[in-house]
């Protein structure tokens, strides 16, 4: 399959929002064809899913069920918009895929890991992402970044211990799994994130030997 998918992770607050806008503003003013997501959503179920477990005064959900509506939504994400634009060689950026399940199910919420590979797999049909990128942040500083904003309510509920769980899940998946993952330093301005991911987005478009990669380097010289 042609295309290039692109994943952005990291605790909430982390500035993963923030970096997919700039990150596909610049490759669009490079030309090139680009598709971004965000879990939950970008499905009629997914957007369903999202206002379920976003909404602060839901009932409980139990952490099965959780990982169940994450993965429920991912589904139909990937089957109806992520697999339908690689066929048509774009480039897609998501805010969020499979690894946060791994992270906030598994490491947060203690649901075992090989359950949730297995979820995945079935649901993902075994796409995974070219590039991940993780964009590391104390999770002090990002539950400060998130303090005042509409996620700042959904984030109380929750024990810093909670994303500190998080956060070293993520980093533990990247030093096991290598290559797919690069880690950011998201403390650093929004602008000098972007400068890093841009350099990584741009050498792994390079090697995925696509009509993408090839235009890239051209445009950037
Ligand atoms: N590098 C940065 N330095 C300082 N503040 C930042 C940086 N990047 C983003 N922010 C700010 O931090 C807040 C959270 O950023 P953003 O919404 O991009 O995070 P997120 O990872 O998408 O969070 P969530 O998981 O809750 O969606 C925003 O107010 C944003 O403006
Ligand atoms: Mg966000």
Do not use: H, W
């Amino acid at each position: 399959m042609g295309g290039f998918f692109l994943s952005f992770e990291g605790i909430d607050g982390a500035g993963k929002t923030t970096q997919v806008e700039k990150l596909a503003q610049r490759l669009r003013s490079a030309g090139l064809n680009v598709v971004t997501v965000r879990e939950p959503g970008g499905t009629i179920l997914g957007e369903a899913v999202r206002n379920i477990v976003q909404d602060p005064v839901r009932t409980e959900i139990e952490p099965p069920a959780e990982a169940c509506l994450y993965a429920a939504a991912r589904a139909q994400l990937v089957a109806q918009v992520i697999l339908p634009a690689l066929k048509e060689d774009k480039i897609v950026v998501a805010d969020r895929f499979a690894d946060s399940t791994v992270a906030y199910q598994g490491a947060g919420r203690g649901l075992p890991e090989e359950l949730l590979n297995a979820l995945n797999a079935m649901v993902t049909r075994g796409l995974v992402p070219d590039l991940t990128v993780i964009i590391d942040v104390p999770v002090e500083e990002a539950l400060a970044r998130l303090r005042g904003t509409r996620s700042s309510d959904r984030m109380e509920m929750l024990e810093p211990a909670f994303f500190e769980r998080v956060r070293e899940r993520y980093l533990s998946l990247a030093a096991r799994s290598g290559s797919r993952f690069a880690v950011v330093d998201g403390t650093k301005s929004p602008e000098e994130v972007a400068d890093q991911i841009f350099a990584l987005v741009r050498k792994g478009l390079v090697n995925c030997t696509t009509t993408s990669g090839d235009r890239i380097t051209q445009s950037r010289g």
